[in-house]
């Protein structure tokens, strides 16, 4: 893999990049399989972290084995790659597709941390193809 210690250097000038903390509330459903807490998508930006409380409900699509659950952990966050982590690497960093599902059991909580560059700031990819 070519090494460019470049790749995160901003080109825009000072504008400052974006976050965005998103509150995610799932409550409690009678019957899960009828219901979905969140659609099947990829984010949209750069890097999510997301801390998902001791409740499970977040899962990703991977490859022949489908839905996969993501086990919540103590004390971790899950790193989600983003769509313009994808476009900047050329693929390299795959964009995940995630939901999240609903149980009868619990209400679930979720915060995601959404991080990107500034709204205007034009994306290409910064490695080339092999
Ligand atoms: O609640 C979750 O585990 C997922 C939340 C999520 O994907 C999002 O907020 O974009
Ligand atoms: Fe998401």
Redesign the pocket.
């Given at each position: 893999m070519r090494e460019d210690v470049k790749w995160f250097k901003p080109n825009n000038g000072s504008k400052p990049p974006q976050a965005l903390l998103?509150l995610?509330s799932?409550p409690v459903c009678p019957d899960p399989s009828r219901a979905m807490?969140?659609a099947p998508?990829t984010?949209s930006s750069l890097l999510?972290l997301?801390y998902?409380s001791n409740t499970s409900?977040?899962q990703v699509l991977h490859g022949n084995s489908g839905w996969v659950t993501v086990p919540p952990l103590a004390g971790a966050l899950v790193v989600n790659v983003g769509d313009l982590m994808h476009i900047l690497s050329n693929g390299r960093f795959k964009t995940t597709l995630?939901r999240?599902v609903v149980n009868k059991a619990e209400h679930r909580i979720?915060v995601?941390y959404f991080f990107g560059p500034s709204r205007d700031a034009k994306i290409s990819p910064l490695i080339e193809v092999d």
């Open positions: 998103q995610n799932y807490g969140l998508h984010d999510t997301l998902q409900g977040l995630h999240a979720s995601a």
